[in-house]
């Protein structure tokens, strides 16, 4: 499964490709799935760009977006949308309209809060695992981890020699993860190595914007949907 993320924290300073309103959003979410992508994944964004968790906000996206397509939509709950992670807890509380799983990452603190909220609102969890971050161990210790839907294992400021490398490392270091599911995925400089190295172990990916602006030849990528056919094409 390859799954596409739309934006991410990236702003209209890294290009108009990079879609930030809600119709920006269902226009380039409906293009990535047309090509294959068979989950999306976005980060809401203010009329200013900022990433928010208010309902005001994320409502909308997911209005739009499930409009262009039929596909699971997920959002993401960083601490860097709301620093306080009662809060974080109060908006997923919040919501009126829920997307279908949303990302919690276990280096933040309040991560059980927050995952806890998600799941008593029926909304699934992508745990968060950042390399180089306590989040395998506090994941690992959880009482919600053998509740989430998968696990993202994320090798972050990697450069693309060490990439392949520090994913293996990832792993090895999650185990079996309480069985989860493990979608891997990098981030810049590592987003290739690491997109090829997930197809090769069968492993759940993902690829868009919000990870990498070139295409493997270092191209510009003019679109999430053509870094999703050059994800396919990757092996």
């Not at 409502?59 to 499930?66: C, S, V, W």
């Not at 914007?209 to 999430?224: H, K, Q, T, Y």
Request: net charge negative.
């Amino acid at each position: 499964m390859i799954q596409v993320c739309l934006n991410g924290v990236r702003s209209a300073q890294d290009g108009a490709a990079v879609p930030l309103s809600p119709a920006a959003l269902a226009r380039s979410a409906a293009a990535a799935v047309a090509a294959g992508a068979a989950e999306v994944h976005v980060h809401p964004k203010t009329p200013c760009g900022s990433d928010s968790l208010s309902a005001r906000v994320v409502g909308p996206a997911l209005e739009a977006i499930r409009a262009a397509v039929s596909v699971p939509v997920g959002v993401t709950t960083g601490a860097w949308a709301e620093p306080d992670p009662a809060r974080r807890a109060e908006h997923v509380r919040s919501w009126t309209v829920l997307p279908d799983y949303a990302s919690v990452n276990w280096h933040e603190e309040g991560a059980d809060e927050v995952a806890a909220a998600l799941l008593g609102r029926g909304v699934g969890i992508e745990a968060g695992i950042w390399s180089g971050t306590p989040a395998v161990g506090r994941f690992l210790a959880s009482p919600y981890a053998p509740r989430v839907l998968r696990v993202l294992a994320e090798v972050m400021g990697a450069p693309a020699e060490a990439a392949e490398p520090a994913a293996r490392a990832l792993l090895t270091e999650l185990g079996t993860a309480h069985g989860r599911p493990v979608l891997l995925h990098s981030q810049d400089e590592g987003t290739w190595p690491v997109l090829r190295l997930a197809r090769r172990l069968g492993l759940d990916t993902r690829i868009g914007l919000e990870d990498v602006l070139v295409l493997p030849d270092g191209e510009r990528a003019a679109s999430n949907a053509q870094l999703v056919k050059a994800a396919l094409g990757s092996a």
